[in-house]
């Protein structure tokens, strides 16, 4: 049973809780706590996406530049798994400390790294706590809160995300130009005291422990585990060969795929990957949405520092709008009014989602204004808002109760895998292009803008393809009689 898989009787509602909302006195303290620790990852994702250029450059590491970010979706994916399984058994306690600790100790690592190498393993140990924290943080709000406060509090998640949008890059870009990227990754592990202080209490009091004896006397799912680990794995090892261009890649290459193809198949639906309708249609739409709009993210500041001279901070503040539109997309899918056009939304929302990346190498033209990439990434958000929220929604109903667990997991490891594999695609293609090498990072717009185009224009076609998985999210009725 995944870290989603809680059922709603799980979920007691004692007659003094019954009133009031999640910041009544009863539940207070626990959301300020688990809303603070999605604000933290928020603010960690958005603050070192613009420090990274300079990191990179200063670590000699341009070429490994996509490792920095599919590092720390590839563990994350094993993490997940692990979550789900510890936290079923043993309660989301363990898992949600040991995650934050993980995190922690990776920004640390990164921060202290004198080696590019280092670098990445400090952001794949972030990844396996991102990975433990993110679902241990959903069964957190599955045992602990009822069922009329759940929409309340994952609306808080996120809303949680819009602040570090706006202040991360513009906070994270004044560090690292006057004091230094190291401290962007180093100052952020201090912010974990308040969040931990505040939820652990209340996780131990409401969440803490098996679902019940039978749960907690199992042992972990081997047969999940083994899957998890090669998905991890597969993905490492396709991520290293798409960066060495030399022939003798190809053979951690395929033994990537021998692991990672079975491995998905085991944990994702039948038929997702060739498109099925319905639930399959469901998982494959998250993952192409959130892989093309993450790798295609990924380089927009290294592109607008290396291609338009600008500063760490200008080339962050690029992206500070989508915070702000992403809520509001997820705000509009909300409305009752619209729940019968939901798949038409997610349709717009994944045009929106092509158009903003394949505007965004415009500014490669020096002719073209740089704040064209923050028009246009503040609409992709806004696309982004519409279907990722919409995904959940429609995986649910299309999920009997006993299986909204395991798809649920499903949904979270279709979001990471894809950003792993799409990152390393892009990252193979940038680097083959020269996008690697010396001239690339002047800052002078001397370098190679073709690197920069292969990585969006494929994203971009991979957003389109999207928009047409949105065409078959839901199965066709039986023909009648």
């Not at 049973?1 to 539940?27: F, I, N, T």
């Not at 603010?43 to 720390?72: I, K, N, Q």
């Not at 974990?192 to 996780?203: G, H, K, M, Y």
């Not at 927009?300 to 901070?313: E, K, N």
Request: aromatic share 8%; net charge positive; proline share 6%.
């Amino acid at each position: 049973m995944s870290a989603l898989g809680s059922r709603e009787s799980d979920v007691l509602d004692p007659p003094a809780e019954q009133d009031g909302g999640v910041l009544s006195k009863a539940y207070r303290a626990l959301s300020v706590g688990i809303v603070s620790v999605v604000v933290l990852i928020a603010f960690e994702a958005t603050a070192v996406g613009t420090a990274m250029p300079v990191a990179a450059r200063e670590l000699d590491g341009l070429a490994l530049y996509a490792f920095a970010f599919s590092g720390y979706f590839t563990t994350s994916l094993f993490g997940m798994v692990l979550a789900g399984q510890w936290s079923d058994r043993r309660g989301p306690l363990g898992a949600l400390t040991t995650g934050i600790a993980a995190f922690a100790v990776g920004l640390v690592v990164a921060g202290t790294a004198q080696v590019m190498w280092i670098f990445i393993l400090g952001r794949a140990v972030q990844g396996l706590g991102g990975g433990l924290v993110i679902v241990a943080l959903y069964v957190v709000v599955g045992r602990a809160y009822p069922e009329r406060l759940r929409p309340a509090i994952m609306a808080s998640f996120a809303a949680g995300w819009v602040v570090p949008s706006i202040v991360g890059p513009l906070a994270s870009g004044a560090v690292t130009e006057h004091i230094g990227w190291r401290w962007v990754f180093l100052g952020i592990p201090v912010l974990v005291v308040f969040p931990l202080a505040l939820a652990l209490p209340q996780i131990r009091r409401r969440a803490a422990g098996p679902v019940d004896a039978e749960a907690g006397a199992g042992s972990f799912d081997r047969r999940r585990i083994r899957l998890a680990f090669g998905i991890s794995l597969g993905a490492g090892l396709l991520q290293y060969a798409a960066q060495d261009l030399r022939p003798l890649a190809l053979l951690p290459g395929l033994a990537g795929a021998a692991l990672l193809v079975p491995a998905v198949l085991g944990l994702l639906p039948h038929g997702t990957y060739r498109a099925a309708r319905g639930l399959p249609c469901v998982v494959l739409l998250r993952g192409l949405a959130a892989g093309s709009f993450i790798a295609a993210e990924s380089f927009v500041p290294l592109m607008l520092v290396t291609q338009r001279g600008l500063s760490p901070t200008l080339a962050g503040f690029s992206l500070a709008a989508g915070g702000g539109t992403w809520a509001l997309g997820s705000f509009v899918q909300s409305r009752p009014r619209l729940a019968p056009y939901r798949e038409r939304l997610m349709t717009v929302g994944m045009v929106l989602v092509a158009v903003a990346i394949v505007t965004a190498p415009s500014v490669l033209l020096h002719s073209v204004p740089v704040w064209t990439v923050a028009v246009a990434w503040g609409i992709g958000c806004f696309g982004m808002g519409l279907v990722i929220s919409s995904t959940s929604v429609l995986l649910l109903q299309l999920s009997a109760p006993e299986e909204a667990g395991a798809n649920s997991a499903a949904l979270q490891i279709s979001d990471a895998l894809s950003n792993v594999v799409l990152l390393a695609a892009t990252g193979a293609a940038f680097a083959a292009l020269g996008g690697g090498s010396t001239a690339a990072t002047t800052g002078s717009g001397g370098g190679h803008p073709a690197a920069f185009a292969a990585v969006f224009l494929p994203m971009a076609a991979v957003a389109v393809a999207g928009a047409w998985v949105t065409t078959r999210l839901r199965e066709r009725p039986a023909p009648t009689r």
